[in-house]
């Protein structure tokens, strides 16, 4: 995605290093509220998760269940990862080491403004394969409509998507939407977004500032279930 070379993962681990590196406390406190206070309503303390491109595993790391799953192409994912998470470094559309049907709740937050839209389309479908039928896919993305001309401020932004093509990719791919949340989080980390925890909570009790702040929305699917 980055560079080619024999590691695939070492243009991801020198860039989202360099990129993190300033905010890693700051990333850290965020999604340990956002997991305690918003994305655990959505994940029963006895599920399986999985966490696709998870990245710096900040919510992986910090959401409760039985079990967690963290799979990247960056190989840092193995050294992120918190004691208790399975890591695997493999790609988000070929996770061969999981059986079908075996996981409760995916969460896949910020990548697919990263990969080309067939490689979307096929990760939707490798998740399809790995979620049990009453299983929920749970979606963070940049939302293009609201992120103007700073959704290319990254190098490796290359696809532009928004909450409308989202549902249409689910709906390719045999998944129902049960809820769109067009305008949720501020676009990055170094945004308008609160700093610290109170404030952070404070944020996600006024879904009013929401629609003036948010340009990443949020989305939560389900498995169409043949009759």
């Known amino acids: 995605m980055i560079e080619r070379s024999d590691d695939p993962g070492a243009g991801l681990r020198r860039l989202y290093a360099h990129r993190f590196e300033s905010v890693e406390g700051q990333r850290t406190d965020l999604w340990r509220v956002l997991c305690d206070d918003f994305f655990s309503r959505w994940v029963p303390a006895d599920s399986t998760v999985l966490d696709v491109a998870a990245g710096h595993c900040e919510f992986v790391n910090n959401i409760r269940a039985a079990r967690r799953i963290a799979v990247d192409l960056n190989p840092d994912v193995v050294t992120r990862a918190a004691?208790?998470?399975?890591?695997?470094?493999?790609?988000?559309?070929?996770?061969?080491?999981?059986?079908?049907?075996?996981?409760?709740?995916?969460?896949?937050?910020n990548f697919f403004e990263h990969v080309p839209r067939e490689v979307i389309v096929s990760t939707l479908d490798e998740v399809r394969r790995v979620l049990r039928p009453d299983g929920r896919l749970l979606v963070l993305q940049p939302n293009v409509r609201y992120c103007g001309k700073d959704y290319w401020m990254f190098f490796d932004h290359i696809t532009p998507v928004d909450d409308r093509a989202l549902v249409e990719a689910f709906h390719a791919t045999g998944?129902?939407?049960?809820?769109?949340?067009?305008?949720?989080?501020?676009?990055?980390?170094?945004?308008?977004?609160?700093?610290?925890?109170?404030?952070?909570?404070?944020?996600?009790?006024?879904?009013?500032?929401?629609?003036?702040?948010?340009?990443?929305?949020?989305?939560?699917?389900?498995?169409?279930?043949?009759?």
């Not at 988000?92 to 999981?98: I, K, V, Y």
């Not at 059986?99 to 409760?104: E, R």
């Not at 949340?181 to 501020?186: D, E, Q, T």
């Not at 925890?197 to 990443?216: S, T």
């Open 83 to 109: 004691s208790g998470v399975e890591a695997h470094v493999c790609r988000s559309d070929a996770m061969d080491m999981l059986p079908d049907a075996s996981v409760d709740r995916v969460f896949i937050s």
């Open 175 to 227: 998944f129902d939407v049960e809820l769109n949340i067009p305008r949720f989080l501020p676009y990055t980390t170094k945004s308008r977004l609160p700093s610290g925890a109170g404030l952070v909570r404070l944020y996600l009790k006024v879904p009013l500032a929401w629609r003036v702040l948010g340009a990443q929305a949020f989305l939560v699917a389900k498995p169409v279930v043949a009759p």
